[in-house]
């Protein structure tokens, strides 16, 4: 059953940028899909059009279930720095006039999830880089969403922080039956995380290579040194080899 | 180290006062070229009612001018970034007005309102002064707000005045108590430069009182106006930044003590 399709998406910016050209891809519903590819083919492109932030110039976009609640987690934590990491978990209800005590109790209850019990009051300035992606994705996971877009949100954490993060993600995604997309240049985090892997060519992108991976439902740090991991990286890297060469 | 700060520049303006005064006894400096510090202190004393009263009739005219050049200025700021059209409608002319010196246009706005009515004059010139680096930089603040987190508001369905509320005027707040700062000391700059350009009229604000003392070559009283006038600036000043510390200093990095 698919929860998104997307039918030959192009996009050319003001600035006569070519970012997408001809992008079809679907996705079911609970999936975890990663987009990989090179920087500036278009990754961001995608999910901002799937947000409904960024119009296409031609193709289509469709739920066929609805417009599902949707989540977004950006490269940065993207706070504010004025207000509490509740105040800031609490922002997509604030929006939509979720009275008080109830979107305080949510969003609490988010940070809970994300493991930042105990840190409601903090402001943003107190919280470590790895921290601050816990509050921007207790945002997002407050609002309850289905389908969760997620760009690059790993890129800027050290190893240890992203692999915790990582392992986190994949549990709350399950928990909550979330659709995942996630934008990434990393082969390893895309064989890690995804169920389904699609190959992005530099710009204009289009969709090169799309790979099922078969995940057992429990993966721990020992899985990264496994065959079936080692095997799903190898397939992503050669299609992504590809990808860079037909581009060439 | 943190006495010190308090202590080293107390001690060197009691050495000045000392130096002052030793050396206009000992070469008989005339008191109308210039007094020393006792006959300052005298002055003031001798006027105390006086020069109070002054610099209250000043001090009321220079907070009402903040107040009006805080309330338009931020409201005229909200209009240019809810309106680009009413911006570029506006801006140039609040530049012009800007650049213009306050004081060549000062006799016009005196005659507008009538010597009979010189408090108005000054409250409008003192607005002019003030207005402009509140408009200024509270215009680029509220345009500053993080793309990403406009995008998040569009997202979550956020209306434009929430957006207005909840994203751009606390993005605007470090920008707007700068700009306070600035036209705090503006407005009370404005006010006495008003008050030379009228000289006469039914002033009774401390900007007329130097310029009597002056006339009058009563020149310790001028130096007892400057005194107040001094300190009344400083105060000003320390209130709009405790304003803003009280404001900023549980999230913005120009409020913070570092820690390492």
């Given at each position: 059953m698919n929860l998104l399709t997307l039918t030959h998406l192009s996009k050319t910016f003001d600035n006569g940028l070519n970012a997408l050209a001809d992008v079809s891809l679907e996705e079911k519903d609970g999936e975890f899909l990663s987009l990989v590819g090179p920087s500036g083919c278009g990754k961001s492109t995608v999910l901002r059009i799937v947000a409904g932030l960024l119009k296409p110039d031609s193709g289509r976009i469709e739920f066929p279930h609805g417009r599902p609640e949707i989540g977004f987690v950006f490269q940065e934590p993207t706070l504010m720095p004025w207000t509490s990491a509740l105040g800031n978990a609490r922002l997509p209800l604030t929006l939509k006039h979720v009275p008080r005590a109830e979107a305080d109790a949510r969003a609490a209850k988010a940070l809970a999830r994300v493991g930042l019990a105990g840190f409601e009051k903090a402001y943003p300035r107190e919280l470590s880089g790895g921290m601050k992606m816990r509050v921007s994705i207790a945002r997002a996971l407050a609002a309850e969403p289905k389908l969760l877009l997620m760009d690059e949100p790993f890129a800027a954490l050290d190893e240890f922080t992203r692999q915790a993060l990582n392992d986190d993600l994949i549990k709350l995604a399950r928990e909550d039956a979330i659709t995942v997309i996630f934008v990434t240049h990393s082969v390893y985090e895309s064989a890690y995380l995804s169920d389904r892997v699609a190959v992005m060519t530099p710009r204009p992108g289009h969709i090169a290579a799309d790979i099922a991976l078969a995940q057992p439902a429990a993966r721990d740090a020992a899985y990264r040194f496994t065959p079936q991991f080692a095997d799903g990286a190898a397939r992503i890297s050669a299609a992504l080899a590809s990808a860079m060469a037909q581009a060439a | 180290?943190?006495?010190?700060?308090y202590i080293v520049p107390l001690a060197l303006g009691a050495a000045v006062l000392a130096l002052w005064q030793v050396s206009?006894?000992?070469?008989?400096?005339?008191?109308?070229?210039?007094?020393?510090?006792?006959?300052?202190?005298?002055?003031?004393?001798?006027?105390?009612?006086?020069?109070?009263?002054?610099?209250?009739?000043?001090?009321?005219?220079?907070?009402?001018?903040?107040?009006?050049?805080?309330?338009?200025?931020?409201?005229?700021?909200?209009?240019f970034s809810l309106s680009r059209l009413v911006e570029f409608a506006l801006y140039p002319y609040a530049i012009v007005?800007?650049?213009?010196?306050?004081?060549?246009?000062?006799?016009?706005?005196?005659?507008?309102?009538?010597?009979?009515?010189?408090?108005?004059?000054?409250?409008?010139?003192?607005?002019?002064?003030?207005?402009?680096?509140?408009?200024?930089?509270?215009?680029?603040?509220?345009?500053?707000?993080?793309?990403?987190?406009?995008?998040?508001?569009?997202?979550?369905?956020?209306?434009?005045?929430?957006?207005?509320?909840?994203?751009?005027?606390?993005?605007a707040l470090p920008y707007l108590l700068g700009a306070l700062k600035v036209s705090g000391g503006l407005s009370l700059i404005g006010v006495i430069v008003a008050e030379f350009a009228a000289g006469t009229g039914n002033d009774t604000g401390i900007g007329w009182t130097l310029t009597e003392a002056s006339r009058n070559l009563h020149i310790a009283t001028m130096f007892a106006a400057l005194?107040?006038?001094?300190?009344?600036?400083?105060?000003?000043?320390?209130a709009l930044t405790w304003l803003e510390w009280s404001l900023l200093h549980r999230w913005h990095e120009s409020a913070v003590k570092r820690q390492i």
């Amino acid at each position: 059953m698919n929860l998104l399709t997307l039918t030959h998406l192009s996009k050319t910016f003001d600035n006569g940028l070519n970012a997408l050209a001809d992008v079809s891809l679907e996705e079911k519903d609970g999936e975890f899909l990663s987009l990989v590819g090179p920087s500036g083919c278009g990754k961001s492109t995608v999910l901002r059009i799937v947000a409904g932030l960024l119009k296409p110039d031609s193709g289509r976009i469709e739920f066929p279930h609805g417009r599902p609640e949707i989540g977004f987690v950006f490269q940065e934590p993207t706070l504010m720095p004025w207000t509490s990491a509740l105040g800031n978990a609490r922002l997509p209800l604030t929006l939509k006039h979720v009275p008080r005590a109830e979107a305080d109790a949510r969003a609490a209850k988010a940070l809970a999830r994300v493991g930042l019990a105990g840190f409601e009051k903090a402001y943003p300035r107190e919280l470590s880089g790895g921290m601050k992606m816990r509050v921007s994705i207790a945002r997002a996971l407050a609002a309850e969403p289905k389908l969760l877009l997620m760009d690059e949100p790993f890129a800027a954490l050290d190893e240890f922080t992203r692999q915790a993060l990582n392992d986190d993600l994949i549990k709350l995604a399950r928990e909550d039956a979330i659709t995942v997309i996630f934008v990434t240049h990393s082969v390893y985090e895309s064989a890690y995380l995804s169920d389904r892997v699609a190959v992005m060519t530099p710009r204009p992108g289009h969709i090169a290579a799309d790979i099922a991976l078969a995940q057992p439902a429990a993966r721990d740090a020992a899985y990264r040194f496994t065959p079936q991991f080692a095997d799903g990286a190898a397939r992503i890297s050669a299609a992504l080899a590809s990808a860079m060469a037909q581009a060439a | 180290m943190s006495a010190l700060k308090y202590i080293v520049p107390l001690a060197l303006g009691a050495a000045v006062l000392a130096l002052w005064q030793v050396s206009v006894r000992h070469y008989a400096v005339p008191a109308y070229v210039l007094p020393a510090p006792g006959d300052i202190w005298a002055a003031f004393t001798a006027n105390f009612a006086q020069l109070m009263a002054a610099l209250w009739v000043t001090l009321r005219i220079v907070a009402l001018a903040f107040v009006l050049a805080a309330g338009s200025a931020v409201a005229l700021a909200i209009l240019f970034s809810l309106s680009r059209l009413v911006e570029f409608a506006l801006y140039p002319y609040a530049i012009v007005l800007q650049v213009t010196p306050v004081i060549s246009i000062a006799p016009l706005i005196i005659i507008w309102v009538g010597y009979d009515n010189i408090e108005s004059a000054l409250l409008i010139m003192a607005w002019i002064v003030a207005f402009f680096p509140i408009l200024a930089n509270t215009t680029i603040g509220l345009r500053s707000a993080d793309a990403n987190l406009v995008d998040l508001f569009r997202l979550y369905g956020a209306s434009r005045r929430q957006i207005l509320t909840r994203l751009q005027l606390p993005t605007a707040l470090p920008y707007l108590l700068g700009a306070l700062k600035v036209s705090g000391g503006l407005s009370l700059i404005g006010v006495i430069v008003a008050e030379f350009a009228a000289g006469t009229g039914n002033d009774t604000g401390i900007g007329w009182t130097l310029t009597e003392a002056s006339r009058n070559l009563h020149i310790a009283t001028m130096f007892a106006a400057l005194a107040l006038l001094s300190l009344a600036g400083v105060a000003i000043f320390f209130a709009l930044t405790w304003l803003e510390w009280s404001l900023l200093h549980r999230w913005h990095e120009s409020a913070v003590k570092r820690q390492i």
